[in-house]
């Protein structure tokens, strides 16, 4: 079985042992993350939502109130829908236990 990088049943020709040696290191851990206090990575977090939320692309006014009337459309529909069907099957568990 292969993959995009060769043979995985075999070990690639050519490495040496140092270099598998050295990719089976522990990741160094840390970085820049690593060295903020509590504070400071709340700050960034704050910093990185209010970036993302600057991305959004915000409805108008006249979108806003439009989606806003479909929403309510489609829900008295689904509750007329949901109430025939209620009734009819209380119609008919009257009949059948009634």
Do not use: C, H
Not at 24 to 46: I, S, T
Not at 51 to 77: C, D, G, H, N
């Amino acid at each position: 079985m292969t993959d995009a990088l060769g043979s995985i049943d075999m070990p690639e020709r050519g490495r040496s042992e140092d270099d598998t040696a050295e990719s089976q290191k522990k990741p160094r851990r840390g970085g820049k993350r690593g060295k903020k206090g509590p504070f400071a990575r709340l700050a960034l977090f704050y910093r990185q939502i209010v970036a993302e939320l600057r991305k959004v692309v915000w409805p108008t006014r006249s979108q806003l109130s439009t989606y806003t009337s479909v929403v309510i459309v489609f829900v008295v529909i689904i509750i007329g829908l949901v109430t025939v069907i209620d009734l009819g099957i209380n119609r008919v568990v009257g009949y059948v236990f009634g």
